[in-house]
């Protein structure tokens, strides 16, 4: 069954706060056709109590979290990086806490750092960019293990089927559990089995899924997954809640709000992720 943002328990301030800063996939879509879902690519915001806190990617959601930031200051900043694709990389050059020095920013990256910082060096800095990001700030990136505590909560990641590779996470904070598999395709074995395995019972997954079925075999390929396969994997983990994530920058709010009334009846707890949205888990 898809929910209505009124059904996810917002207003009743659940012990996790889970934003959408930017749910969009591959190119930032400043299209009014679109506006509803938004148009800002990956970013990812968990509060939990205190200071417990993390950022999922880097897309140019990342900037509007940051202005956010200026008005309810963190003293670090602790932002997983699923990966270097540029729709997930980049907010940072506009990420003012990391700009201002507001914040103490790391990034932690599940691929090597050092090939994190190349990209990070080739897409942030002369001729393409004035500046060097991450040598300007002097911004640490740093490998993330298999298993970590960072911000107040306990980080496993898992490798996702992606060109280049891709690290999903599976968080825990506050006794609430967060899967992240973004961005995956379907259709190797034992990675599907490992991110059902990682799904497991979480309170809230995000899925890569950009594409319907229909359209999937001329994107085969490309690194991402579909919604129908989304919901399976959804049911088959027993997540409780679930977001699709990734919108093909071709996808219209229409067509999204026609998807929504299509798969109303699968049976699972799920809804299209939108810019802005908020989730207490
Ligand atoms: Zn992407
Ligand atoms: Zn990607």
Redesign the pocket.
């Known amino acids: 069954m898809s929910v209505s943002g009124d059904e996810t328990g917002a207003g009743n301030r659940g012990a996790v706060q889970f934003r959408v800063w930017g749910c969009r996939g591959s190119l930032p879509v400043p299209d009014p056709a679109m506006r509803r879902y938004g148009g800002d690519t990956s970013c990812y915001q968990i509060t939990g109590p205190g200071e417990a806190g993390l950022v999922i990617d880097c897309g140019s959601g990342l900037r509007g979290l940051g202005e956010a930031m200026l008005c309810k200051p963190r003293a670090r900043t602790d932002i997983l990086l699923s990966?270097s694709?540029f729709?997930?990389l980049i907010g940072l050059g506009f990420f003012m806490p990391l700009i201002t020095g507001q914040s103490e920013v790391t990034l932690w990256c599940g691929q090597e750092p050092d090939l994190v910082r190349e990209a990070l060096g080739r897409l942030y800095g002369p001729p393409l960019w004035p500046i060097r990001i991450p040598d300007k700030y002097r911004l640490p990136l740093r490998h993330l293990e298999p298993a970590s505590e960072i911000g107040g909560a306990c980080v496993r990641t898992f490798p996702l089927n992606?060109?280049g590779g891709?690290t999903g996470f599976r968080i825990e904070m506050a006794g609430r559990v967060i899967c992240s598999v973004t961005?995956h395709e379907h259709g190797v074995p034992e990675i599907d089995a490992q991110v059902i395995a990682m799904a497991r019972d979480a309170d809230l997954m995000i899925y890569d899924a950009a594409y319907s079925n229909a359209e999937y075999p001329f994107r085969k390929g490309w690194?991402h997954s579909t919604w129908e396969v989304a919901l399976k994997v959804a049911e088959a983990a027993a997540v409780k809640q679930t977001l699709l994530v990734h919108h093909s920058p071709h996808s219209t709010d229409e067509l999204l709000d026609a998807a929504a009334t299509a798969l109303a009846d699968a049976p699972v707890r799920w809804q299209f992720a939108r810019d802005g949205m908020e989730l207490e888990l």
């Open positions: 990966h694709h729709d997930h992606h060109p891709c961005d690194g």
